[in-house]
């Protein structure tokens, strides 16, 4: 379904149109518990659940590191290393380009993406998908879509530090993968865990920061942007001010700061 330029902006509440200037028109991570046939003293067959070795984080994250994408696919979908494991239905790994320039970083997965597999498939989704649009940007083409953390938690609740920390090493490696030339940090959540920085979204933005050599952006979280109208616009100026630093990174242009 493709949605008019007008159509998108009504969605964003930024009716008049929005512009923009100048554009023409080694180690997985622990394993799943695996069941094992064995036998009672009594000769009597049982099937003994082996639960999964714990890994420490430091050995994980240092597996992680070198995996190339279905290995870290697999791993992902494995992964129980975090107690969000036990509430998922489907891990959200992420999707899209994978030698993408553009790649938006969300919190975590909600009911509907837990449900797919697939990050931002609800109406924070749809929301983002219009945003992306406004930017003449798509889903899949030249775009890719992750979270922090890549189980759902419980009641949409924001991830804890430990449960993101445990996450970490795998962002960091589909960053690696994917080499973007710039990042967009959705909310606070992926802003701070990406930063290190516990800091509003609001001090953040209109800045360009630097996750390990690469520019990043922060703007508000589409879900955020459907409770809180006004910030809309501030969000439609983060976009434009995205595409501007884009358009500098690749003409080989410092940055606008
Ligand atoms: N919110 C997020 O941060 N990520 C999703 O995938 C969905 C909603």
């Known amino acids: 379904m493709s949605a008019s330029r007008d ?146 938690p419980p009641g949409n609740r924001n991830p804890e530090p430990g449960e993101a920390a445990q996450c970490e090493p795998y962002l960091h490696r589909q960053i690696a993968l994917i080499k973007p030339r710039l990042i967009v940090a959705l909310g606070k959540v992926a802003a701070v865990n990406l930063l290190k920085r516990d800091a509003a979204v609001a001090s953040m933005r209109g800045k360009i920061h630097q996750y390990q050599g690469i520019p990043l952006i922060v703007t508000y979280h589409p879900a955020y942007l459907l409770r809180s109208l006004p910030e809309k616009a501030k969000a439609w100026t983060d976009l434009c001010f995205a595409v501007d630093t884009m358009r500098g990174l690749q003409s080989g242009k410092a940055a606008p700061m």
């Open 7 to 152: 159509d998108i902006m009504k969605e964003l509440g930024l009716t008049p149109v929005w512009r923009l200037r100048g554009a023409p028109a080694a180690e997985p991570a622990a394993a799943a518990p695996v069941a094992m046939a064995a036998q009672a003293p009594d000769g009597e067959p049982v099937t003994v659940r082996v639960l999964p070795k714990v890994v420490p984080l430091d050995a994980r994250a240092q597996g992680i590191v070198n995996m190339e994408w279905p290995q870290l696919k697999e791993s992902v979908a494995g992964c129980v290393a975090c107690p969000l494991h036990k509430g998922r239905n489907k891990t959200v790994f992420g999707v899209g380009d994978e030698a993408a320039e553009w790649l938006f970083i969300g919190e975590g997965p909600g009911a509907e993406e837990d449900a797919k597999g697939e990050p931002f498939v609800g109406q924070a989704g749809k929301l983002l998908d219009n945003m992306l649009a406004a930017i003449k940007l798509k889903r899949g083409h030249n775009v890719y879509i992750a979270n922090v953390v890549k189980c759902r």
